[in-house]
């Protein structure tokens, strides 16, 4: 991709929810963004604040900071009015928003602390229903608009160690099409992003999330796909040139989730049974 971009996001604004650091899917998509001329306000919890560093996102792409709990009715339909006094409507939402608490805490899925389980849901999945409700409420959001989230496989698979955070991302995946339906009555659409494990913050917080990697890596035909390339697809998505697409979940994964095995993992694996003489 050229650095100066094709111009599909001029004259667009929006939301990006999610960005922390430059490790973050949000921070590369924003970047991505701002390459094909949209402008956007960056939101994420008032903890990032000492977290992260969206600062420098902030002034790099010359972007407003709204900070907002999006767990919080009352913080996000502030967040909402702020954006209609910047920009008057919005054209698109990205939600990058997600957090397994049992999974950092090393709590087993058969044994799950149920406070901790329903903060996961709430952040990693309701929070894209509160911001849409929002978005709506306070009329932020215009006709012909798209909205983004970002999701895992995990969702329709099991992966072990994934654990709580599969069930998140089924939840997500269903809003995005509970949405889909109501929304399309505006032309609005809303997709998920089935994303490659990639190596972020909330990433490196699954146990296990190295071999996750790896394991992906040798099936996938093209390989992991990265922060960018997957930047690259959710611009795709905001832009007038996917205007019929909406209630899909669609795979941004190197071919993964189309694969069974691959020749690399069948060698892998007769290497390390063969045994040894």
Same mark, same amino acid.
């Not at 420098?56 to 767990?71: C, F, N, V």
């Given at each position: 991709?050229?650095?100066?971009?094709?111009?599909?996001?001029?004259? =667009?604004?929006?939301?990006?929810?999610?960005?922390?650091?430059?490790?973050?899917?949000?921070?590369?998509?924003?970047?991505?963004?701002?390459?094909?001329?949209?402008?956007?306000?960056?939101?994420?919890?008032?903890?990032?604040?000492?977290?992260?560093?969206?600062?420098?996102?902030?002034?790099?792409t010359g972007s407003p900071i709204l900070w907002a709990d999006a767990t919080d009715d009352e913080d996000l339909a502030k967040l909402f009015?702020?954006?209609?006094?910047?920009?008057?409507?919005?054209?698109?939402?990205?939600?990058?928003?997600?957090?397994?608490?049992?999974?950092?805490?090393?709590?087993?899925?058969?044994?799950?602390?149920?406070?901790?389980?329903? =903060?996961?849901?709430?952040?990693?999945?309701?929070?894209?229903?509160?911001?849409?409700?929002?978005?709506?409420?306070?009329?932020?959001?215009?006709?012909? %608009?798209?909205?983004?989230?970002?999701?895992?496989?995990?969702?329709?698979?099991?992966?072990? =160690?994934?654990?709580?955070?599969?069930?998140?991302?089924?939840?997500?995946?269903?809003?995005?099409?509970?949405?889909?339906?109501?929304?399309?009555?505006?032309?609005?659409?809303?997709?998920?992003?089935?994303?490659?494990?990639?190596?972020?913050?909330?990433?490196?917080?699954? $146990?296990?999330? $190295?071999?996750?990697?790896?394991?992906?890596?040798?099936?996938?035909?093209?390989?992991?796909?990265?922060?960018?390339?997957?930047? $690259?697809y959710v611009v795709s998505l905001l832009s007038d040139l996917t205007r019929m697409v909406t209630m899909q979940t669609l795979f941004h994964?190197?071919?993964?989730?189309?694969?069974?095995?691959?020749?690399?993992?069948?060698?892998?694996?007769? %290497?390390?049974?063969?045994?040894?003489?």
């Amino acid at each position: 991709m050229g650095k100066s971009g094709y111009g599909l996001l001029e004259g =667009k604004s929006g939301v990006i929810f999610g960005a922390l650091n430059e490790s973050s899917i949000a921070w590369a998509i924003a970047e991505a963004v701002h390459r094909e001329g949209g402008r956007f306000a960056l939101s994420n919890a008032p903890v990032a604040r000492r977290l992260g560093t969206l600062d420098a996102l902030a002034e790099r792409t010359g972007s407003p900071i709204l900070w907002a709990d999006a767990t919080d009715d009352e913080d996000l339909a502030k967040l909402f009015e702020e954006v209609k006094q910047t920009y008057g409507s919005i054209d698109f939402i990205v939600h990058s928003i997600g957090m397994g608490l049992n999974v950092r805490k090393n709590k087993p899925y058969e044994a799950l602390n149920y406070n901790w389980y329903h =903060k996961t849901l709430d952040i990693s999945a309701i929070s894209l229903h509160r911001i849409v409700r929002h978005a709506l409420e306070t009329g932020a959001l215009a006709d012909g %608009a798209s909205i983004v989230a970002l999701s895992y496989i995990g969702a329709q698979r099991i992966f072990s =160690k994934y654990s709580e955070m599969g069930d998140a991302k089924a939840l997500l995946e269903s809003i995005v099409r509970a949405f889909g339906y109501r929304l399309g009555k505006r032309g609005i659409r809303i997709n998920a992003v089935s994303q490659s494990p990639t190596r972020t913050t909330a990433g490196s917080g699954i $146990d296990g999330f $190295d071999a996750m990697y790896e394991f992906a890596q040798r099936l996938s035909p093209l390989g992991n796909a990265d922060a960018e390339s997957c930047a $690259d697809y959710v611009v795709s998505l905001l832009s007038d040139l996917t205007r019929m697409v909406t209630m899909q979940t669609l795979f941004h994964d190197g071919g993964f989730s189309a694969m069974g095995i691959s020749d690399e993992l069948v060698e892998d694996l007769s %290497a390390a049974l063969t045994p040894k003489e």
